[in-house]
């Protein structure tokens, strides 16, 4: 097996924010034949994660996901290609477009857009609530489809139904998961480090399962400063805390590695989330944010969007960071997916 060698690529984001890495793990050689990434040739993008990435789908559970759940586990090709992404205040976890559909351009629009009718196509398996396993943290439904399951749904029924209509050598894989996972999990009597690494044995061991299918071309985002969120601020515990967050973070990029060093025939890159929201955090006005702390209490009633004075918010959502207590608006997704294309445009696999 090849050795690895990590390289720390800088890149200056669209959104201007200095100093940001994200980590690519280039492969050293090896007897399987290795595809540069090329953003500009990339024409899908399948998704798969939690609320930060759930985007609602005509054939999904209302609030929670683009198709299917836990209990309507299974679906056919005419079910999936039919499916339509929906944009409306509800259509995400961020009260309008989140960051996969900013990063394609699929879906931004209001009302009702087939992924095959993207020029960068978006088919999106994440689950808004889910967590990697029940093995390691319990559903928040009887409904949730954890990572695992997203994996195993695809595998059953999604790639069956995309095999005609998707090239995998022309696809990226986006994986952002563990917001439920470390807040669920941010009490447990374990140690941290060990217990994060078990977790991300199992979702390499799912991501094993997606380079089975072909897939070659991989973004992780790791998780963003959670410790800063409303509710944690001025806590003396707060739930996850910026350890834990560093653990996590940390488990992530080792286990990327390994899985580059272990699949010398695929790109793969950790993206530093963590680091551009915290920029944003500390230099809010760069962003026409001024509100960090808090968010505007009104911010899922049907008016907000001019009517936000009557909640007692004295500027609009978007002069905001946080949505709501545990997501960002979709302005911060904006600014974030900003981020992530400045670096896949100047990433070579």
Known sequence: MPIITWQALAFTAAAAIPGTLALAFPSGGGALQKRSFE???????IAFGDSYTYVQGTHGLQNYSFIGDLQNFAYDSQTLLTDKIVQNQTGTAEGGPNWVEFLTGCGVEEGETSPSDCDLQLWDFAFAGSDISVAYTPLHHNYTVSLVNQVKQFH?????????????????????????DIGDSAKYDVDFPTFYNELMDTLFSSVQTIYALGYRSYIFMNLPPLDLRPGNLGSADPAPNATQITWWNDALAQHASAFSARYSDTNVLVFDAHSVLSYILEHPGQYGIVNT???CAGYDQPDIGWNYKAY???????????YNSGHMTSHVHEILAGAV?????????
Do not use: E, M
Not at 315 to 322: A, H, K, Q, S
């Open 341 to 349: 294309l400045d670096k896949l445009r100047g990433w070579s696999g």
């Open 156 to 180: 059953d029924y999604g790639q069956p139904a995309l095999a005609h209509n998707v090239d995998q050598s022309d696809t990226l894989v986006s994986i952002w998961i563990g917001i439920n």
């Open 39 to 45: 953003w500009d040739s990339t024409k899908y993008l």
């Open 293 to 295: 702390t808090n968010f």
């Open 312 to 322: 007692g918010c004295p500027t609009p959502l978007d002069t905001y960071f946080w």
